[in-house]
T-cell receptor
């Protein structure tokens, strides 16, 4: 069975550029989560969706970050404009139901120069 | 107070040893508890869910103490492949999970 699929695996870009991260959840999973992981702050929840609807985006750091889920099999996390402090590993995860374990993708390693 | 707190370790143990560590959580209304493991530069992977009665999965035993609001993980007969960071995960409200900073375990030959 295919797990959560994220792309790209690595992204290096200059500050000020737009960055788009992509995620395909496990088929049939109703919940999708975006996380950011850094050494300093650990794993932080940015936003989560239920049935394609954003439920809680209180973890989104600022207006430069936005996330969408146009259908059940695709979500994007966009940063515009990007800044060096956005450098981190971004994970997407999905779960069958809200209290079920979450399954993570391989992550996108983002470096903003 | 942090929502989930863990001893960062590291716990350095020889192969075959038993290692145990805890984490504490702040929200008494939390309903779901998990242990994840994360290898260096990899994604977190579910190790096991934690149930009120305690549960085992092979060499791994998890316990939940709701009264004291802590969760424990015990690894018996440690293998080199058990070397990883173990993340304590608790749902804090609704379906939001809070991840501890992780406990690093290194098993040496």
């Amino acid at each position: 069975d295919a797990g959560v699929i994220q792309s790209p695996r690595h992204e290096v870009t200059e500050m000020g550029q737009e960055v788009t991260l992509r995620c395909k959840p496990i088929s049939g999973h109703d919940y999708l989560f975006w996380y950011r992981q850094t050494m300093m702050r650990g794993l932080e929840l940015l936003i989560y969706f239920n049935n394609n609807v954003p439920i809680d985006d209180s973890g989104m750091p600022e207006d430069r970050f936005s996330a969408k889920m146009p259908n059940a099999s695709f979500s994007t996390l966009k940063i515009q404009p990007s800044e060096p402090r956005d450098s981190a590993v971004y994970f997407c995860a999905s779960s069958l139901e809200g209290f079920q374990p979450q399954h993570f993708g391989d992550g996108t390693r983002l470096s903003i120069l | 107070r942090k929502e989930v707190e863990q001893d960062p370790g590291p716990f350095n143990v020889p192969e075959g040893a038993t290692v145990a560590f805890n984490c504490t959580y702040s929200n008494s209304a939390s309903q779901s508890f998990f242990w994840y493991r994360q290898d260096c530069r990899k994604e977190p992977k579910l190790l096991m869910s934690v149930y009120s009665s305690g549960n085992e999965d092979g060499r791994f035993t998890a316990q939940l103490n709701r009264a004291s609001q802590y969760i424990s993980l015990l690894i018996r007969d440690s293998k080199l492949s058990d070397s990883a960071t173990y993340l304590c995960v608790v749902n804090i409200r609704d379906y939001k999970l809070s991840f501890g900073a992780g406990t690093t375990v290194t098993v040496r030959a």
